[in-house]
């Protein structure tokens, strides 16, 4: 088996591929779990299955376009250029999507959880995994008050979580200034203290059983007799052969499939990251995520980790780094830090589709061909889930969640 994509969902599903007896080849055009696995929050949540396509979104759309939210910063010119993407995107802010889809992600977290706990075990990394949930803030009444029906939607797929006040949240948060009114907490959700860490130890299991990991960047894919050929440029052209292909190279993906004739919705979402020293006084237990900021602050081995929000664009248009410039100054007003760490930030593609969900499963036309990409922001939280689900189809038997959600049919690819 061939597997093109060496992030966090490529690497899963190699070593889920792998610990099911079969061969597998890993391809990625650098270093496994560089691009954009490398550099989120560090969240192993159960809990993040509201999706964007909510219908608040509607509601929340002038302020946005106006530029008025630090969450989201986008280039006007690539939106009219990606406006019939856009506006299938609206068009799935509906009540009924938002449900279905918060069912669906739910079933997949919690698998992805515990398949992460036990490879985290067999990797023996518990160092890296963080107990004690991980926690959104709020600045005021009126923020808190306009999330209730994210709290709702909890609720109904069984999110376990606990609201804090201002004083409460002193109390389990005193590395926080006094600024926020309000905190909910995810109480069963965990966190790991350094992503890259965690994807380098996975590709240790992956490697130590036999797995081949190969560095190049895919140029071509065919059906070859019963089987697959993928070339690749890389130090040295070459050519893998296998009996299938598991396409999971995140933002990248829909071009690959497009040689094949397949139309797929995938957008991506930039984002960045900046390192900063932590400061004398007491430090974060968990992941925060300053909802009015629209930022997350993340304890980190490499410092303390700030994660800017939403950047639409070019996938490939050169970096512009107001926005997390914007996050670091606001996260120094919750949280005492002491300098910047790196000389610039870095910037990853979060790889979304028009619905918010991924795409798991075989591909419509070609046997032997499966998908498996578009995680948006949440490629962590269900990357391992993703990988059973696939393993389980290829073996030919029935996956361990409901799939039908994921399946790529439900466009017209």
């Not at 996938?315 to 107001?322: G, Q, V």
């Not at 798991?360 to 578009?374: E, Q």
């Not at 490629?379 to 391992?384: E, F, H, N, Q, Y």
């Amino acid at each position: 088996m061939l597997v093109v994509g060496g992030g966090i969902v490529g690497l899963c599903n190699a070593l889920a591929l792998q610990r099911a007896g079969y061969r597998v080849s890993l391809i990625d055009r650098g270093t496994p779990g560089r691009e954009t696995s490398y550099g989120n929050a560090g969240v192993l949540s159960e809990s993040s299955v509201a999706v964007l396509n909510s219908p608040g979104l509607l509601k929340a759309l002038p302020k946005l376009l106006l530029g008025r939210s630090n969450g989201l910063r986008y280039s006007p010119l690539f939106v009219v250029k990606r406006l019939g993407w856009m506006l299938r995107f609206l068009s799935h802010c509906t009540p009924r999507h938002w449900r279905a889809a918060a069912r669906a992600l739910r079933e997949l977290q919690v698998l992805s959880l515990a398949q992460h706990k036990d490879w985290i075990a067999e990797a023996g990394v518990q160092d890296l995994l963080r107990h004690g949930g991980w926690m959104k803030v709020f600045r005021s009444e009126a923020s808190f008050a306009a999330y209730a029906a994210e709290l709702a939607l909890y609720d109904e797929v069984g999110v376990r979580y606990t609201v804090f006040d201002r004083e409460q949240l002193r109390q389990i948060e005193p590395g926080l200034k006094p600024i926020y009114e309000k905190a909910v907490l995810f109480d069963d959700t965990c966190g790991v203290s350094n992503p890259a860490a965690l994807t380098d130890a996975y590709l240790a299991l992956f490697t130590a059983a036999g797995g081949i990991v190969v560095e190049g960047s895919v140029t071509s894919l065919r059906q070859h007799g019963n089987g697959w050929e993928v070339r690749f440029a890389g130090a040295d052209d070459s050519v893998l052969n296998g009996d299938g292909v598991v396409l999971a190279a995140g933002a990248w993906t829909a071009e690959i499939a497009r040689w094949l004739g397949y139309d797929l919705p995938l957008g991506w979402e930039r984002g960045y990251h900046l390192h900063l020293a932590p400061a004398d006084g007491p430090q974060l237990n968990r992941a925060v995520n300053d909802m009015d900021g629209g930022f997350v602050i993340a304890p980190m081995q490499q410092g303390v980790r700030i994660t800017s929000g939403v950047e639409l664009t070019d996938r490939d248009a050169p970096p512009d780094y107001k926005q997390i410039r914007t996050s670091v100054a606001m996260a120094r007003e919750a949280h005492d830090m002491k300098a910047e760490l790196e000389t610039e930030p870095w910037m990853g593609r979060r790889p979304t589709m028009v619905d918010s969900l991924p795409v798991i499963g075989p591909a419509p036309r070609h046997r032997g061909l499966w998908f498996n990409f578009g995680h948006q922001h949440v490629g962590l939280s269900m990357a391992p889930g993703s990988a059973l689900a696939i393993t389980a189809m290829v073996d030919g038997t029935s996956p361990p969640l409901d799939t039908t959600p994921f399946r790529a049919e439900r466009f017209s690819v």
